[in-house]
Each structure stands twice: as structure tokens, then as C-alpha cells.
């Protein structure tokens, strides 16, 4: 995935300014920001959900030039919006994407993609009636049951999510971002718009940091989440620690707090 | 052995209630047979139908009187009854799905006033087209113009409810009555230019009755109503797409654009004709989709074919209750739709208060 020269106007105010962006297949790509860095309206001008200028390519194809359908067979998307008009099923939703994507003729995928979220008992129940954090599965599902392959002809399938996790309780946000890590591992792309850097840090493979339409630094995990990077894309001083064995870096806000 | 099977031993494999929708299909055609057949056996002659069939079995002439009230009062009313019932049940969930809503319906957010007063225009000024345009539309163009007048008003009221690809709730029903007071008044105006015989034309189409039936209408608003129920089944899969938001709607490959314009069109067309004809029978709109998301989920790939059906079904028996509750005199059908619909609307109403935010 790669976009050129990026912009985003909405009413008179540009959101973005003219930013590159490139996703690696077989890869977690992070973006990260403050709040109103442009991270969602990047995704929105990639997923073609709001207008914008500049040169999209997904698998080297010109994205404008593509059918809503051909998009559909190679991409799902997940929204931060969750609400569904109707009393629809949990397994009726996640129909919904598997009807919509390249496997539609193989029976079992919806099932299977509920049972990848745990939501294997939820298949029946009305997805109005569930929490946020079920609702956020039941779309997660229908979004992997519309590209459940990773791998399609030798060209990698893609996810594009914001933030995914937002919802969930810490077990489920490591099924998500375990689910995420082995969609990629198995030569999917994965593009996703996170709001926890200590997730990022753990499951991104390339991190992109956001700040006033621009990117402030796009790398590993341990070239972004750094002292002074940070404290100037959050405009407060953090403070990123490394736990011995793995190396990782994770922020503890008790050792931000009066940093500086 | 499905996947979910194998995860899961034991649990009762989902219902598909798709499945089960298509089964109902079968029963609601069933029903509707059944009905017209009980609708063109009874009436305030006492014509009944099966000395009719059986006279017709064994080669007898039928006699005049039998003729006349079979096929020219019974049947007509009975086929404009089925197009009406069928036209306004699928517009209603073409609506609902188009605005995400299932209080959207033709005649609770203006349309069928739009297209009334495309009728109204029809009748009144009708007269001030060339000759020539006036022999070539014939009947249809009280059908012509209510289509238009409908056409206007749903894209007026979708752009007005709608922002961003969100209808808000308060906005299209009080668009909804803002469109029908303007409607009120324009018809209004027309009504007071109109002559004697305008004025007639203009009573009787408007109390909202299959009593006119006529061959004429049947051909003025079947070709229409037919059109719009063949193409609307073919909206299913993009209406499903929709109630997930458009957003969504797009990443699943829908054409999201052509969905609301196709939708949009056909609510026009079928709710015009219908009112073109029968006047504004209100509620079969609201009340039939409403019935079968209950019975099977609200899958429009089932649900559309589904609603023609039972909005046939219910406005031949409305009818038939109109013709026979105070015999030998006539309940105008709007009267009986409505006792049926507003609960219903009220129900609705009530249950999802809370969700919709009034």
C-alpha cells in the first residue's frame, strides 16, 4: 500500500498536508498520534472514505481507478463506527462481510471468524443487544470472514482498522492484536490506527507517528517510541522505558507524571 | 462438518432465518391466493364464484349481471388492490432501508403528498398541455405526475434528513411534515382553481379508495408498479450493506451512490402510481415490513419479495373489510388501514424511544 502526497480538505481547514505513506504485506503497520493528528482521516483518505488528492496504490494498482467490488475482494475495512440499522444477528453481520469478499462460496468462514474472536456462542444474539466491546468483535469478524485468506493468487489480501482495540478488555485486546500479528504473519497487510503505544510497541512491525496533518516519524517500534519524539508529538514530557529481556519499550504514565 | 460444528459439538446448528423467510415466501403466496379468492367471491350482490366457475366449467353463458360485477367491478378492483397493497408494503422497506429507519414510510414522511400533488396537478392543469401530449400520455399521465411529485419530494427530503450519511430521525419527520403542509397549500390552491368537473375528479380520487377501480387504472398503474417490484429485489444485497452504514456499505463493494439513486426512483414510481390511482392509503408501508422483520430478521433480499406479498395480501383483505363492515354502503380503505397501521407506528414508536433519541 502506498499513498503520495496526501491531502485532505475538509470545509476550509486542510487536515493533511501532502504526506507519503507506504504499508508493507506480511507486516503491522501502526499509526500513531495525538488526538486530531489526522491519524483516522489518513485512513479515511486511504479507504476512500472521505475525498482526497494525491497518488494510492494498493498491490500497484491505482486505487481510484478500481470498482467498489474489486476493492472489496482484496480489502475490508473496520470503522470506528459500530451501529447497525435493523435487529440483525451477530452471524447475520458477519455474513454480511463474508457474502461481500472473494470466499464467498467456502461455507464455514463466519463461523470460524466468530470463533477467532470468541464469540462462538454469540452467533444468534442481536447484535444491538451486545456491549461495545462485542460489538467491536462482531465487526472485527466480519471484517477478517470478508478476507479470510491472507494470501489470494500470490497477492496478499489487506485489513484497514481504527483503532480496533478501543473497546476491548486487555485479554481481548491480545486476541485482536495476536489475531492482527497472524493475519500478517501469514502474508496479509495490516494497517491499523492505534491510540495504545504500549500495544504498538509490542505488535507493530512499522510505526507511523502523526502530528498536525504530518508524519513527525515512521520506523520500528524502537526508532518512533522515543523519549524526545514522543514528548514532542504529545506535547508533554514522556518518558519510554525498556524492559531487559525483550527490549521493548513501554510507557508507564506513573514514570511520565511530572516528568521533565 | 462445518467449522462451527467442530468448534462447537453439540450446539444447535444457527438458524438461518433467510431460509426461512424463503419458505415463508411460499406461504404468503399461498395466502394471497386464497384471499383474492374469498375477495372476488363476496360483495353486495351475492355473486358468489362458484356457480360462476361451475356454469363456466360446464359451457353455460353467464348471465349479464354476473358478468358485469365479476369482471368488471370485482376483478379490477381485486388486481388494483394487489398492485396498491404490493406497491406501498415495497416502498415502505425501500424507504426504511434507504433512511436506516423503520419509521420511514411514504406516506408518514411526505412523499405520498408529493406525489399527490403531482396527481392533482395532473387533473387540474392536465387540460393546458397540447392536445397532442394530452392523446399520447392518456391515463397515464395522472401516473406521470404523481411519479414526478414523488421523485421531488423523496430527493428533497433525503437531502434535507440526511447529513454525512446519517438521517436523523427528528429531521426527516418533521421534514416530513414541513414537505406535507407545503404540499397542503399548493394543493390547496389547485383545488380552489379547479372547475365542477375537476372538482369531482379531485373528491373522488382523493379519498384514498379502490371504489373507482377501473381496467383503465389497472393499465395506467400496472405497467409502473410492476416495473418498480421487478427492479426492487435486485436493491436487497446494497440495502444490507447500507444498514451497516455507508461507510461500510462502499468497503463491502457496494455501489452506494447507485443503491440510493435506484431506491429512490422506485419509491417514486410505485408510490406514485399507487396514489395515481387509489388516492393515500396510508400505514401498509409501516406495518408489513414491521411484521416480517419480526417473523424473519430484516434481510432485504427477503424481506422486498416478501412485503409485494403481504402488503397485497393485507390491503385486498382491508378491502374486502371496507366493502363488507357497513354493507351495502362503503368504509373508505384508508380507514381501515389506519385503525390497522397507527398502532403499529405507536408500537414502534414506543419500543425503540429510547434507542432513537426522542
Keep these: 500500500m502506498i499513498g503520495k502526497e496526501i491531502h485532505v480538505t475538509l470545509g476550509r481547514r486542510e487536515i493533511l498536508h501532502g504526506l507519503d505513506f507506504a504499508a508493507q504485506d506480511g507486516r503491522i503497520t501502526a499509526i500513531v498520534g495525538p488526538n486530531g493528528s489526522g491519524k483516522s482521516t489518513l485512513l479515511k483518505a486511504m479507504t476512500g472514505e472521505i475525498a482526497a488528492t494525491g497518488q494510492m496504490e494498493l498491490n500497484g494498482r491505482d486505487i481510484a481507478r478500481m470498482q467498489p467490488w474489486e476493492l472489496a475482494s482484496v480489502r475490508a475495512v473496520q470503522s470506528q463506527s459500530t451501529t447497525v ?157 525498556r524492559p531487559a529481556p525483550s527490549g521493548v519499550p513501554y510507557l508507564l504514565p506513573q514514570a511520565c507524571r511530572g516528568a521533565g | 462438518m462445518s467449522i462451527a460444528e467442530g468448534l462447537a459439538p453439540g450446539r444447535v446448528r444457527p438458524v438461518d432465518r433467510v431460509q426461512t423467510a424463503r419458505r415463508l415466501t411460499v406461504v404468503l403466496a399461498l395466502l394471497l391466493v386464497v384471499v383474492s379468492v374469498i375477495s372476488l367471491s363476496s360483495g353486495a350482490t351475492g355473486t358468489a364464484l362458484w356457480p360462476v366457475i361451475r356454469a ?209 426512483l422506485v419509491v417514486a414510481a410505485a408510490t406514485g402510481a399507487a396514489v395515481a390511482v387509489s388516492g393515500g392509503i396510508g400505514f401498509i408501508g409501516i406495518v408489513v415490513p414491521h411484521l416480517l422483520r419480526l417473523a424473519t430478521g430484516p434481510d432485504h433480499r427477503a424481506l422486498l419479495p416478501n412485503a409485494a406479498l403481504l402488503g397485497a395480501t393485507l390491503l385486498v383483505g382491508a378491502d374486502m373489510i371496507s366493502r363488507s363492515i357497513v354493507a351495502p354502503a362503503e368504509l373508505p380503505i384508508g380507514i381501515v388501514t389506519a385503525v390497522i397501521g397507527a398502532p403499529v407506528f405507536l408500537a414502534i414508536l414506543l419500543r425503540r424511544r429510547t434507542t432513537l433519541g426522542l
Design chain 2, 56 to 264: 363456466l366449467a360446464t359451457g353455460q353463458e353467464l348471465s349479464a349481471l354476473d358478468r358485469i360485477v365479476l369482471v368488471d367491478i370485482r376483478l379490477p378492483r381485486l388486481i388494483l388492490g394487489v398492485l396498491v397493497g404490493a406497491a406501498l408494503a415495497v416502498s415502505g422497506a425501500l424507504m426504511q432501508g434507504l433512511f436506516r429507519n423503520p419509521l420511514a414510510d411514504p406516506g408518514i414522511v411526505g412523499v405520498s403528498a408529493g406525489a399527490g400533488l403531482g396527481a392533482i396537478l395532473a387533473i387540474v392543469l392536465g387540460g393546458l398541455l397540447p392536445l397532442a401530449l394530452q392523446e399520447a400520455l392518456g391515463s397515464y399521465i395522472i401516473s406521470i405526475a404523481a411519479f414526478v411529485g414523488g421523485w421531488v419530494s423523496t430527493v428533497l427530503l433525503y437531502r434535507v434528513a440526511t447529513h454525512g450519511g446519517r438521517t436523523s430521525v427528528a429531521t426527516m419527520l418533521l421534514a416530513g411534515i414541513a414537505l406535507a403542509a407545503l404540499v397542503g397549500a399548493f394543493s390547496g390552491v389547485l383545488v380552489y382553481m379547479a372547475d365542477d368537473a375537476q372538482l369531482r375528479d379531485l373528491t373522488f380520487w382523493g379519498m384514498g379508495s379502490l371504489a373507482g377501480a377501473t381496467w383503465t387504472k389497472v393499465l395506467a398503474a400496472a405497467p409502473i408498479i410492476l416495473l418498480a417490484l421487478a427492479v426492487a429485489p435486485s436493491l436487497g444485497r446494497g440495502l444490507n450493506g447500507l444498514a451497516l452504514g455507508e461507510a461500510t456499505a462502499m468497503h463491502l463493494g457496494i455501489s452506494v451512490q447507485r443503491v440510493k439513486r435506484l431506491a429512490i
Design chain 1, 85 to 241: 440499522a435493523f435487529p440483525f444477528t451477530v452471524l447475520e453481520v458477519v455474513r454480511l462481510g463474508h457474502s461481500a469478499g472473494p470466499w464467498a462460496s467456502e461455507p464455514g468462514i463466519p463461523e470460524a471468524a466468530l470463533a477467532r474472536l470468541g464469540l462462538e456462542g454469540y452467533a444468534q444474539r442481536f447484535y444491538h443487544e451486545l456491549s461495545g466491546g462485542e460489538q467491536q468483535r462482531t465487526q472485527l469478524a466480519r471484517v477478517l470472514a470478508q478476507v479470510w485468506h491472507p494470501v489470494q493468487d500470490d497477492t496478499p489480501s489487506w485489513v484497514f482498522l481504527d483503532e480496533p482495540v478501543s473497546s476491548l478488555d486487555i485479554g481481548h485486546q491480545f486476541v485482536v492484536m495476536d489475531l492482527l500479528a497472524d493475519y500478517a504473519a501469514r502474508g496479509g497487510g495490516v494497517i491499523t490506527v492505534m491510540h495504545d503505544l504500549n500495544l504498538t510497541a509490542i505488535y507493530a512491525d512499522h510505526v507511523v507517528l502523526m502530528k498536525d496533518g504530518q508524519v513527525l516519524a515512521r520506523g520500528t517500534p524502537a526508532q518512533v517510541l522515543t523519549d524526545a519524539t514522543l514528548s514532542q508529538a504529545y506535547d508533554h514530557p514522556l518518558r519510554v522505558n
